[in-house]
Each structure stands twice: as C-alpha cells, then as structure tokens.
C-alpha cells in the first residue's frame, strides 16, 4: 500500500487551452494507478465537487480509496503557459481555519498543500513542499524514520534559509535528517545527494514536447515508488528511472510512462554544460502592452533557468535608432541563440532574424499564429519552429 497526501486541484493553461482536475496529490494518485496494482489510500482537502470528482475515481479503480477534510473553496491555478508562476483564486492567504491531515502509516508521499497542513509519523516519507513561499518544513510536526526530500532550487534556499549549495546541503543532513536530498535543476536534470559529500548528477531527457505542469508530481511519485517498491534498485537507479518516466510524461501528457532498463525511454540526455555562461537574445516585438508583457514572461523564464538573457526591450529600451541598432547588433553577437516571437512578422524582428542567420546562429521560432511557408528567406537558417510556448523555450536550452 502507498498512502498520498496532498492538494486537489483546478488546473487551467491558457497557451495549451487545457482544464482539468488535478493538483500534485491528485495527479500523484492518478499516476501510480495507472502505472501499477498497488493499493492507493488518499488524504486531501475537498469540497463537494472535488469530492464527487474523488468518487468518480473509485468508480473506475478498485484499489483507491481516500479521505477528506471538508472545505468550501476548491483552489484554481491559471497559467498563461506553464512555465508561468500561476495565478491562484481564491487567495489561499486569505483562506481561514486550514484543516491538518494527521496520518500515520509505513509508505507515504507527501506533497505540501496550499488549503491546509499536515502531521505525519511515518517510516518512508518522500516529501515534495511544493513551493518557496513560506515551506513548510517537515520536522516542524512531523517525524519519519526514513526521509528524502525533493525541491527545486527555490524551494532548498528558502527552507534552508542558505544562499550556499554546501550550507543548503548540511542543513538538510543536519536539520531535517534526511535519508537524502533531491534538488532539481529543470531542463538539466537534477542532483542526488546520499550525504553531504557524495553526490550524483541524475540527468534530464530531451523531448519534442514539454508539457510542464505535473511534470515535477510525476518525478516525485515514481521516484516514490522505484524506493518503496524496487528494493534492488539504489536511489541513483530510482532517480534516473524517475526522470526516464517525467520525459515520456513531458512528451505526451500521459500518466503511464513506467519505464525500465530493458526498455529505456527513447530521448537522448541533455548533458548540460555550465548554463550560466550561455546568452539568448530575445527577437520580439515590443509595441503593444501585450508585447511587452509576453515578453517580460519569456525574458523571467530564461533568468529562472540561469541563464543571461539579451533583450532589446530590457537591456536597450526606447530611444534614437542608431544607438538602439547598434546596441542590438552588439547584443546580437554576444549570444549563443535566439529565441523569437514570429506572430505578427514585425519588420524588425525579421531583421534581427536575418542578421542571425548570416552569422550562423542557431534560431528558435515561437508562434501560434504564422504560415511557415511565407518565411521563404529563413529556410537556409538554422531555426526551429514551434507554437507551444514552454515548449520552445526548453528547446531553446537543450540546443545550447
């Protein structure tokens, strides 16, 4: 048996025009019933439509139970692609009396929760605290014989209250008394470490598709299940199969993505150099305030993966032509890639394109709207296009 708790969810992406019912506890259980016979016990927050969507489930797996602390509001997360930080309704810090879930049991994941808390004595815990504002850490109130965290880096840096890797590690070891720590690095992959010395590089999958949202519950529940199931397998073997089941799931949004060493997921590993020493340049419009703001989006994402970003709106602005052109020529030849906005075909935006091409740089094409064909002039470019958002973007790292 796997216990799960967790949030039960709307989740809304606008760039990919998707709604569905999930959350990370939710997608958690969907996920491992879909992969394996295992008996699923889920403890969540709900209101009465989450509910009837929870007995719906059972209705369709026989060995899914749950168990539900009542609530009014059924939380919504709208994403404007999925890369983006979510706009949340209600406000889950205007949300009065959170119920906590109190479970004691053998296997558990733990996902933290936005509409209420949770307090655990368990043996094996994989906990995921799912946010970097104000994490809740999990020896606060709970206590487990075996723990293992997953985080990104965010999340490490403000449950740690550290800047530092070595001093984000110690406290994990040190604090929280960690059977290990998972950090995770987006499109490059993540590190394993087993104490505060030894640690492992667990790699990402290239894939053609990026379907982000849930990406990070799949990574942590068939990490979960690799540890609690798979006894001969080492927590190396564990996260690398994790990673192997998250690209198939980025690629096609489907939940059954179990893989094995016989049977290897077909994506080639992004063996990432350092990232931070890599510049995109940012082709764009920058008229209209929907521009900008697409703009600044794109711009914060790049950033969020770490590396430096050239943009003509950020970095040059407004002002006389010459100066501007001779800024973004400049701009231009300091970076390794560029990644353009084609909707529109904005004059200036083809220039910075055609200017890219005659240098040889390698160019990512993003829009939902343009004719490929009318791009006569880009054919010889080194260019790929795509019309999902996150998509391209991740494209954009891994051609680096």
Same mark, same amino acid.
């Given at each position: 048996?796997?216990?799960?708790?967790?949030?039960?969810?709307?989740?809304?992406?606008?760039?990919?025009?998707?709604?569905?019912?999930?959350?990370?506890?939710?997608?958690?259980?969907?996920?491992?019933l879909?992969?394996?016979e295992?008996?699923?016990?889920?403890?969540?927050?709900?209101?009465?439509?989450?509910?009837?969507?929870?007995?719906?489930?059972?209705? /369709?797996?026989?060995?899914?139970?749950?168990?539900?602390?009542?609530?009014?509001?059924?939380?919504?997360?709208?994403?404007?692609?999925?890369?983006?930080?979510?706009?949340?309704?209600?406000?889950?810090?205007?949300?009065?009396?959170?119920?906590?879930?109190?479970?004691?049991?053998?296997?558990?994941?733990?996902?933290?929760?936005?509409?209420?808390?949770?307090?655990?004595?368990?043996?094996? /815990?994989?906990?995921?605290?799912?946010?970097?504002?104000n994490?809740?850490?999990?020896?606060?109130?709970?206590k487990?014989?075996?723990?293992?965290?997953i985080?990104?880096?965010?999340?490490?840096?403000?449950?740690?209250?550290?800047?530092?890797?070595?001093?984000?590690?110690?406290?994990?070891?040190?604090?929280?008394?960690?059977?290990a720590?998972?950090?995770?690095?987006?499109?490059?992959?993540?590190?394993?470490?087993?104490?505060?010395?030894?640690?492992?590089?667990?790699?990402?999958?290239?894939?053609?598709?990026?379907?982000?949202?849930?990406?990070?519950?799949?990574?942590?529940?068939?990490?979960?299940?690799?540890?609690?199931?798979?006894?001969?397998?080492?927590?190396?073997?564990?996260?690398?199969?994790?990673?192997?089941?998250?690209?198939?799931?980025?690629?096609?949004?489907?939940?059954?993505?179990?893989?094995?060493?016989?049977?290897?997921?077909?994506?080639?590993?992004?063996k990432?150099?350092?990232?931070?020493?890599?510049?995109?340049?940012?082709?764009?419009?920058?008229?209209?305030?929907?521009?900008?703001?697409?703009?600044?989006?794109?711009?914060?994402?790049?950033?969020?993966?770490?590396?430096?970003?050239?943009?003509?709106?950020?970095?040059?602005?407004y002002?006389?032509?010459?100066?501007?052109?001779?800024?973004?020529?400049?701009?231009?030849?300091?970076?390794?890639?560029?990644?353009?906005?084609?909707?529109?075909?904005?004059?200036?935006?083809l220039?910075?394109?055609?200017?890219?091409?005659?240098?040889?740089?390698?160019?990512?094409?993003?829009?939902?709207?343009?004719?490929?064909?009318?791009?006569?002039?880009?054919?010889?470019?080194?260019?790929?296009?795509?019309?999902?958002?996150?998509?391209?973007?991740?494209?954009?790292?891994?051609?680096?």
């Amino acid at each position: 048996m796997i216990n799960i708790i967790g949030g039960t969810y709307k989740e809304i992406n606008i760039d990919a025009n998707t709604y569905y019912i999930f959350g990370s506890g939710l997608r958690s259980v969907a996920f491992i019933l879909e992969n394996s016979e295992e008996e699923i016990v889920f403890y969540t927050i709900a209101n009465k439509e989450a509910e009837c969507h929870l007995n719906n489930y059972k209705k /369709v797996y026989n060995k899914f139970n749950f168990e539900i602390k009542h609530s009014n509001d059924l939380l919504t997360f709208k994403y404007f692609y999925s890369l983006d930080n979510p706009e949340i309704y209600p406000n889950p810090n205007l949300l009065k009396n959170k119920p906590t879930i109190n479970v004691s049991k053998d296997n558990l994941i733990c996902f933290g929760m936005l509409d209420g808390n949770f307090q655990i004595d368990a043996k094996k /815990v994989v906990y995921d605290p799912q946010t970097s504002l104000n994490p809740i850490r999990f020896n606060v109130n709970s206590k487990a014989t075996e723990l293992i965290y997953i985080v990104n880096s965010n999340e490490a840096k403000s449950i740690s209250n550290c800047s530092e890797m070595n001093d984000i590690v110690n406290f994990f070891f040190d604090v929280e008394k960690v059977k290990a720590l998972i950090i995770k690095n987006g499109p490059s992959g993540a590190n394993l470490y087993l104490n505060k010395e030894e640690f492992h590089r667990i790699p990402a999958y290239k894939t053609e598709n990026v379907s982000k949202i849930g990406s990070g519950d799949v990574f942590t529940t068939s990490f979960a299940y690799y540890w609690f199931k798979k006894n001969d397998l080492s927590l190396k073997e564990c996260a690398k199969m994790a990673s192997k089941a998250t690209s198939i799931f980025c690629n096609t949004e489907s939940l059954k993505t179990f893989t094995s060493e016989t049977n290897p997921s077909k994506f080639d590993e992004f063996k990432s150099e350092a990232l931070d020493s890599k510049q995109v340049y940012l082709a764009a419009p920058i008229f209209s305030l929907s521009d900008v703001i697409l703009i600044d989006k794109i711009r914060s994402s790049f950033l969020g993966f770490g590396l430096k970003v050239f943009s003509p709106y950020h970095d040059v602005g407004y002002g006389d032509e010459q100066t501007i052109a001779e800024k973004d020529i400049k701009g231009l030849d300091d970076s390794d890639i560029v990644f353009s906005v084609l909707d529109g075909l904005d004059s200036g935006t083809l220039v910075e394109l055609g200017y890219a091409m005659s240098k040889g740089k390698k160019i990512i094409g993003y829009h939902r709207t343009v004719n490929i064909d009318s791009l006569l002039m880009l054919k010889l470019a080194n260019i790929k296009y795509y019309n999902d958002l996150t998509t391209s973007i991740y494209q954009t790292v891994w051609s680096l």
